[in-house]
């Protein structure tokens, strides 16, 4: 058994779910931050479990193939783009093997053919939302495994403009009274700006408002957020501007500054366009849209289909559907507020059914349902080959395994968006 403080020397084969490097020396597991498949490592144990430890990176003997061998302290120090070294072909291809090894592993099929995964021509600025932790004037990441902001120092996957807003609220003096900041980014470039604060204090912006026009802001919220578990609090004040839009395919939607609306937006509307295609809609098609959030699926589908039942358990997103399918001229969609399991059951008149639930997958109630009811076409939209995995595991009672076909929506992590078609076996 290995001990706390070992040097072991280990060979990277894997990443864990957060992008750290996975070493195995027989059936022992190690973790190592900063690590890459294909590298061989010295590493020191600091921690260690029954079955695994987590090492800390000593030295690199032999670099990936892979690796980029460039220096950046600022990347290696802050959380979220833990790929950033590692070549951009071998991200995607690694992307790939993950859904068809997940999806073997927990359905049992074997030989799964899996589309090659459709990536960015170029990942610069391509996050659309951002939250950055203010700290003693600083404003930037936090540093792993530390209480510490590291200073964001240029954009890089960041939304283009955030260093004129970072600049503008440095040199003011309410950067003493934040805690952190959100920018998010549509698709003309304009910016809502979410000013987060820990109490509920006074925010004084006049003194900065010309600035923050001149840095494309069109809108600005104060909110007030007392759980630092959580990006921001229920709680949002409008300070300044009108309402914020952003839009995809064509389609136009209210966004607010909790709306689910997916960080890249040019990835977005390849996925999105795929998973309804994989639809087949015709005209007498009713569809269900499970998880629909704000309606974007919804809309989409819209255009091809007799009608579509958006279903959704957030008040609030289902206000803002009923407000996008008014913009866009909509008159054939349905938004219910509600358990998506039972609405799944309780709407019954439909013949397809789309879903994006969140990274924990479908809860029991919405598989149930769909194996009750067997609509006739299911489009799962997935954010996690395991959760993805497991949940075809139930489905495949009833359904066959079309396409599968995923989308690099976050370059830079271990993160992989899926879209997956499903068919009612003949017998049913």
Known sequence: MY??????????????????????IDDFIVFVDG?????????????????????????????????????SNYLSQIGGFSLWNYAYEAQKEYKESLVKKNIEKFTR??????????????????????????????????????????????????????MNIVGVLKSSKLVKKLKMIG?????????????????????E???????????????????????????????????????????????????????????NREQTAKMYNYAVSQLDIKSEDRIVDGYCVIGTISMMVSKEAKSVFGIELSESAIADAKTNAFLNGIDNTEFILGDIGDAIKDIRVYDKVIIDPPRSGCDSKVLDSLLEVKPKNIVYV??????????????????????????????????????????IKVNN
Do not use: W
């Open 183 to 203: 920018i998010r980014d549509n698709f003309l470039g304009k910016k809502m700006l979410i000013l987060v604060t820990d109490k509920n204090v006074e925010l």
């Open 3 to 24: 001990k706390i403080g070992e040097y072991l020397e280990v060979s990277i084969v894997d990443f864990s779910h957060d992008g750290q490097g996975v070493g195995k």
């Open 205 to 263: 912006i006049l003194d900065i408002l010309e600035d923050l026009i001149e840095c494309d802001v069109e809108v600005i919220y104060h909110n007030i957020n007392t759980n630092p578990r959580y990006h921001y609090g229920k709680k949002f004040i409008k300070l300044y501007g009108e309402d914020f839009y952003d839009e995809i395919n064509g389609y136009k939607f209210l966004i607010s500054p909790n709306s689910f609306f997916q960080v």
């Open 109 to 162: 099929l074997k030989g799964v053919e899996v589309n090659q995964i459709i990536g960015m021509d170029n990942c610069d600025n391509y996050r659309n939302n951002i939250q950055l932790s203010v700290k003693n004037g600083r404003i930037g990441y936090m540093k792993k495994s530390s209480n510490d902001v590291v200073e964001i120092e240029r954009e890089y996957y960041e939304p283009k403009g955030t």
């Open 382 to 423: 997935s954010c996690n080959p395991t959760t993805l995995a497991r949940d075809l595991d139930v489905l495949l009672g009833n359904y066959e395994l079309i396409d599968v076909q995923s989308f690099d929506m976050f370059p830079m992590t271990p993160h992989v968006e899926t879209v997956v078609t499903l068919t």
């Open 35 to 71: 690590a890459l498949i294909g590298d061989i490592v010295k590493t020191e144990i600091i921690k260690l479990k029954k079955n695994y430890g987590i090492g800390k990176l000593i030295e690199i003997i032999k670099p990936s193939e892979n690796r980029i061998m460039e220096e």
